[in-house]
């Protein structure tokens, strides 16, 4: 037999956690354990990979029995876990892994009750010795959570072979120094290796793709830099308000709720070198490069500089929507922003004079999140002048979300006798293409986790690098009031001021028109562009 005979590859297995395991969820009576973290683990559970021996503790300090926590959970998973409604044998066998302790997040009694449920349960059988911690709670209680951790002796593995694991929400610390100092509390608890910070961005599908697309294609990587690329946009608008959350927004901000985190891992993704391997300090050495390659805008010039806005009353999706100031939680006179547009810089060989634009914002017209990779135009020579031209230059967008998916925009000719050339859009579409849905972002995300692999977490030195370059902006338009902060309509893409940072440079925004399945089955055409959405 030869001995390079072809063996089909084998399939990869679907993950599992290996053994048994506990979830101890802090802030479990919060809407985050309700609308992510337990529909995740109830579709992790349904699909197999989660070992049998594994259980759920829910820790916060509002008053709660096992029941009524069970009952709400319940209700979580209905409204928000791709199973959907659970029928009541599956929910029963579900819900007898799920336990409530009350306690408060710096009370030695309140850990060392956890500790005790957590040894009884693992004497009875019920619950693994491996643990992963998880912190759901306001961004206020994690230092307090943390220093429990250590000091009730959780956050050490209990036995030989078994592990302890800590999962940190974002936000990552308000602030640069605020981050220092829960890093610093951090390692006083847990090694690195322990703790996986969440930014359930990396768990989305297109954004794991973005590492597919630049580096498993070779048609890409050697268009991939300033000699090709003109520029790069990165949009991120949401359509919703502020919602429940204004009490914690209006102290938070789109500078600190989407670009330190969301905008910086999307941008860090897309300029990246190839990593040397797949393993994830690999990936995350050449993300934290880029991140410390970014020109800083100074404090003194980040007014002039950085569009920041707030939405007034407007009109979304034909619907009139409240200004942000008259929004549940929201001071009266506050000046948080809701909308923030920024050019940045990569000062690197590859990236060196290629403009990143980014923009996100609150009561856009639509939800849409976008990576443009607009490329040089082709010399004018041939068709740029009338009546072909001007070309359009090549533009690669790439759709995160909703109806995620590749365009790429070429010019091609018109048929006919004449020359006439149109720009035409070639459409990948996930949901066309494969016909598994995606899982849910925090469910990759947990069992990542849960499997020890961190790829798709932030390590703290990404934390800091994100923090140099947005603190300097924080400080620049802090404190300034209104003076640094234009405001736009709800329903609107944000104030002129955002259009014209743009403009400025001869460029416009620009997002693509996906087609979606009813539009192909209905026949309707390509997918377009629209200079502002969809
Ligand atoms: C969260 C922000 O991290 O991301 C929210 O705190 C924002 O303000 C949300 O609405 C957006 O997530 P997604 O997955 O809807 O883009």
Not at 115 to 122: F, I, P, Q, T, V
Not at 400 to 421: E, H, S, W, Y
Request: glycine content about 10%; proline content about 8%.
């Amino acid at each position: 037999m030869p001995t390079n005979a072809h063996k089909p590859p084998a399939e990869p297995a679907s993950p599992r956690v290996p053994g048994p395991f506990t979830l101890v969820v802090f802030g479990a009576s919060g809407d985050l354990t309700r609308r992510k973290i337990l529909p995740s683990i109830f579709d992790l559970w349904r699909d197999g990979h989660l070992p049998p021996r594994f259980g759920v503790v829910g820790y916060a300090r509002t008053p709660m029995s096992d029941d009524a926590w069970r009952d709400d959970l319940r209700r979580g998973v209905a409204a928000f876990s791709r199973a959907g409604a659970v029928d009541d044998a599956a929910w029963a066998d579900f819900a007898r892994r799920l336990t409530y302790l009350q306690g408060s997040y710096d009370d030695p009694a309140g850990f060392r009750r956890l500790r005790e449920h957590l040894k009884a349960g693992a004497d009875a059988g019920r619950l693994g010795p491996n643990r992963l911690f998880y912190l759901a709670t306001p961004p206020g209680a994690f230092a307090p959570v943390i220093r429990s951790l250590g000091e009730s002796g959780l956050a050490v593995p209990d036995g030989a072979g078994a592990w302890s694991r800590l999962i940190v929400e974002k936000p990552f610390g308000h602030d640069l120094a605020d981050a220092r100092a829960l890093a610093k509390e951090v390692r006083r608890a847990f090694a690195e290796d322990q703790v996986f910070r969440i930014d359930h961005y990396l768990g989305k599908e297109t954004v794991q793709n973005l590492l597919v697309l630049r580096f498993a294609n070779s048609i890409f990587d050697p268009l991939w830099n300033q000699k090709y690329v003109d520029h790069v946009q990165v949009t991120v608008a949401e359509r919703d308000g502020v919602g429940a959350r204004g009490r914690y927004y209006d102290r938070s901000g789109a500078l600190r709720d989407i670009v330190q985190n969301h905008m910086m891992h999307l941008v860090s993704l897309v300029a990246m070198e190839p990593p040397v391997s797949l393993e994830a300090d690999a990936i995350r050495d050449e993300k934290v490069k880029v991140l410390q390659a970014l020109r800083p805008i100074p404090a003194d010039c980040a007014a002039d500089r950085v569009v920041r806005a707030q939405y007034a009353a407007g009109t979304v999706g034909g619907e009139a929507a409240p200004g942000y100031r008259d929004e549940p939680g929201v001071a009266d006179d506050s000046a948080t922003e809701t909308f923030v547009a920024l050019k940045l810089f990569i000062d690197n060989w590859r990236w060196a004079g290629v403009p990143f634009y980014l923009r996100t914002g609150k009561r856009m017209p639509v939800r849409i999140t976008e990576i443009g990779i607009h490329f040089k135009p082709v010399p004018q020579v041939l068709f740029g002048a009338p009546p072909y031209g001007p070309l359009r230059p090549n533009v690669l967008a790439i759709r995160i979300q909703p109806n995620d998916g590749i365009v790429m925009r070429f010019q091609v000719k018109v048929p006919g006798a004449a020359l006439r050339l149109e720009p035409y859009h070639m459409d990948f579409g996930y949901a066309e293409a494969f016909r598994e849905g995606s899982p849910d972002a925090y469910e990759r995300l947990l069992l990542d986790a849960a499997l020890g692999d961190s790829t798709r977490f932030t390590r703290s030195d990404e934390v800091e690098a994100a923090w140099e370059f947005v603190q300097p902006i924080l400080d620049g338009c802090e404190g300034r009031g209104g003076a640094c902060l234009a405001a736009y309509p709800a329903g609107s893409w944000g104030p002129e001021a955002a259009d014209r940072l743009i403009r400025d440079d001869g460029r416009g925004w620009m997002l693509v028109r996906r087609r979606r399945r009813s539009d192909v089955s209905r026949g309707a055409s390509a997918a377009g562009e629209n200079a502002h959405g969809p």
